[in-house]
């Protein structure tokens, strides 16, 4: 079975300072994993994926993920943190062999970034 | 811009009545899928689509909930008759998630957020 954990509700950090949102995931066959971002009152926002290739993966407004098969992690990065980025990410998983299209959400993660 | 939209933005209803969530997918997606969002249960999976024919709807509450898909450009979701425990944002999103061509991210609308009374 497919599944995904977000372990922190909540992360602060400092305008300007990196930031990281971790994620772990748990899946038969092969992940493609995704990250989504949420500001209130909105849908979903894609972010970024990891489907095949490069463990580094960019995505829009400066973030980026690495994929780490080792340790079965999908850790949401960004250098360097604005106020803007404040609001609820997503990390998503699919197994891609599983011959399912269900995506696993995981329970969502607060960023908060302090001015 | 192409985008998922949803209709109504936001229904209030009482307990026992009809209400019907519509649906319009990006244009030349192949799946589409039907989530609600609360605060205690965060984001489930209540069915999806492939190419307009259902594949999973296990996440529906069968007796109350249905979906359907008329035509590519709709999908609709149903739950009659609703009760307050169903009160919460409902979202679609579509994607290429299959086959040649495949992207496998999916866009959201903006959900319909539904209060039951």
């Known amino acids: 079975a497919q599944s995904v954990a977000q372990p922190e509700d909540q992360v602060n950090v400092a305008e300007g300072n990196p930031l990281t949102v971790k994620c772990t995931y748990s899946v038969s066959g092969n992940p493609y994993l995704f990250w989504y971002v949420q500001y209130p009152n909105r849908g979903l926002q894609f972010l970024l994926k990891?489907?095949?290739?490069?463990?580094l993966v960019k995505g829009s407004y400066g973030f980026e993920a690495e994929f780490n098969k080792s340790q079965t992690s999908f850790h949401l990065k960004k250098p360097s943190a604005l106020v803007s980025d404040s609001a609820l990410y997503f990390c998503a998983v699919r197994d891609s062999t599983s011959g399912t299209y269900k995506y696993i959400f995981g329970t969502g993660t607060r960023l908060k970034v302090l001015a | 811009d192409a985008r998922v939209t949803q209709t109504p933005r936001h229904k209030v209803t009482e307990m026992g009545q009809e209400v019907t969530m519509r649906c319009q997918p990006i244009?030349?997606?192949?799946?589409v899928f039907w989530y609600r969002q609360t605060m205690m249960q965060g984001l489930e999976l209540l069915a999806y689509f492939r190419n307009r024919a259902p594949l999973d709807d296990s996440g529906m509450p069968k007796d109350r909930f249905s979906a359907e898909m008329p035509d590519a450009t709709l999908a609709t979701l149903k739950i009659q008759p609703s009760e307050p425990r169903d009160s919460a944002v409902y979202f679609c999103?579509?994607?290429?998630?299959?086959?040649?061509?495949?992207?496998?991210?999916?866009?959201f609308g903006p959900g319909t957020r539904l209060t039951v009374t």
């Open positions: 999103a579509s994607g290429l998630v299959s086959g040649s061509g495949s992207t496998y991210e999916q866009y």
């Open positions: 990891y489907i095949t290739g490069d463990n």
């Open positions: 244009l030349g997606h192949n799946t």
